[in-house]
């Protein structure tokens, strides 16, 4: 790499001993400002802001599809010390999208994720997966709303079966329902619904479960 550049010289173009090839500003011998970085290798394109020889920023990252010949954006958004950090928007290799908060790489904070197969999570994330409060939607009209830990249902949640007409509201434990209350939710509009409803939970004589007669609530 030319290393023979003055702070803040603005450069055309910058070569480097693997053939990566560097356009714009320069500072102190680093990339620094706003440039245009192609690594020869991959192909790959980094268009945005620099600090200090790393993407730090806004900027977009792009990859060259072998069989077009042309770029597709991967991710754009926020960079912080060459990872992506802040708020932005990834593109997997399939239909698959991401929307939100990044640190350090990984989706970490609030984000809405579109999976390939039609599902959409949107809610809290930590290191790359769902964790903390969310919502996910499925294909078939069911829905998953409450806490999430590592990736899978754990804590208190309610899960719609839409199909069925059927609301489960109680605890989950690794993706698995441990304890909770199941009732008839949206029955009357299921393609599928149960053969026989649910009937409403009641107390009968409460006076005998709690001990009482009608002789001592007489007994002043």
Request: net charge negative; proline share 4%; aromatic share 16%.
């Amino acid at each position: 790499m030319d290393v023979n550049s003055e702070e803040s010289e603005v450069r055309s173009t910058v070569y480097s001993v693997k053939g990566n090839t560097y356009t714009g500003a320069w500072q102190n011998n680093e990339k620094h400002g706003m440039g245009t970085q192609v690594w020869k290798k991959s192909s790959a394109i980094y268009q945005g802001e620099w600090k200090f020889g790393k993407p730090d920023g806004c900027g977009t990252y792009s990859v060259l599809l072998p069989e077009t010949k042309e770029y597709e954006k991967k991710y754009s958004g926020m960079w912080k010390n060459g990872k992506k950090h802040g708020s932005g928007t990834y593109f997997y290799k399939n239909s698959a999208v991401y929307e939100g908060e990044w640190g350090e790489g990984n989706r970490s904070g609030w984000g809405r994720m579109y999976y390939d197969n039609g599902d959409i999570y949107e809610g809290e994330w930590m290191w790359d997966k769902s964790h903390g409060q969310g919502l996910i939607k499925y294909t078939n009209g069911n829905w998953y709303e409450g806490a999430w830990e590592d990736g899978k249902r754990n804590g208190n949640g309610k899960f719609y079966f839409s199909d069925q007409g059927q609301l489960y509201e109680g605890f989950w434990a690794d993706g698995i329902a441990k304890c909770g209350i199941l009732s008839d939710f949206g029955r009357d509009q299921a393609p599928k619904p149960t053969k026989y409803p649910i009937p409403p939970l009641e107390l009968k004589e409460p006076q005998s479960v709690f001990g009482i007669d009608e002789q001592q609530q007489e007994t002043p």
